[in-house]
């Protein structure tokens, strides 16, 4: 969630968000002294990149990010979490964080514990395969 105050968020369409890296000022100065100094680097173009994600929020309020940290770790990415402030915000609420049902189920210590036991029982088991095989596509709006 700290991560989430490094970016800003811009709403570009009813289901489409646009978080902006912000970036560190102790960073920016420190670079642009640097670049400042150095006079064979002011001769020289420098690309400007800025670093921008995209948020889609589908029919069912799933978000997807197109960083696609929730589809390779399981876990929420701090541009969603820019998007819920965002949104609670708007709202005038305030967005209090994520649960354990917004994480995938392979990262819950029950799954952890029981599942790779070899005196787990093996209904519980085959009960957690069908759990992970058919888990969240995402984090709901
Ligand atoms: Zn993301």
């Given at each position: 969630?700290y991560?989430?105050?490094?970016?800003?968020?811009?709403?570009?369409?009813?289901?489409?968000?646009?978080?902006?890296?912000?970036?560190?000022?102790?960073?920016?100065?420190?670079?642009?002294?640097?670049?400042?100094?150095?006079?064979?680097?002011?001769?020289?173009?420098?690309?400007?990149?800025?670093?921008?994600?995209?948020?889609?929020?589908n029919?069912?309020?799933?978000m997807?990010?197109?960083?696609?940290?929730?589809?390779?770790?399981?876990m929420?990415?701090?541009?969603?979490?820019?998007?819920?402030?965002?949104?609670?915000?708007?709202?005038?609420?305030v967005?209090?964080?994520?649960?354990?049902?917004?994480?995938?189920?392979?990262?819950?210590?029950?799954?952890?514990?029981?599942?790779?036991k070899?005196?787990?029982?093996?209904?519980?088991?085959?009960?957690?395969?069908t759990?992970?095989?058919?888990?969240?596509?995402?984090?709901?709006?």
């Open positions: 969630m991560h989430s105050k490094l970016y800003s968020c811009k709403q570009v369409d009813q289901s489409i968000f646009q978080i902006k890296f912000q970036g560190g000022s102790t960073i920016d100065n420190k670079l642009s002294s640097e670049i400042n100094d150095n006079t064979r680097i002011m001769s020289a173009p420098i690309p400007l990149f800025s670093k921008i994600h995209t948020i889609q929020v029919c069912n309020k799933i997807f990010c197109d960083c696609y940290f929730f589809e390779s770790v399981g929420f990415c701090a541009h969603m979490v820019c998007v819920c402030k965002f949104v609670a915000n708007t709202n005038n609420e967005f209090t964080g994520f649960t354990h049902r917004d994480i995938v189920n392979r990262w819950t210590s029950s799954y952890m514990q029981l599942v790779f070899l005196s787990t029982p093996k209904h519980i088991q085959k009960y957690y395969d759990l992970v095989s058919n888990d969240i596509k995402g984090l709901m709006l």
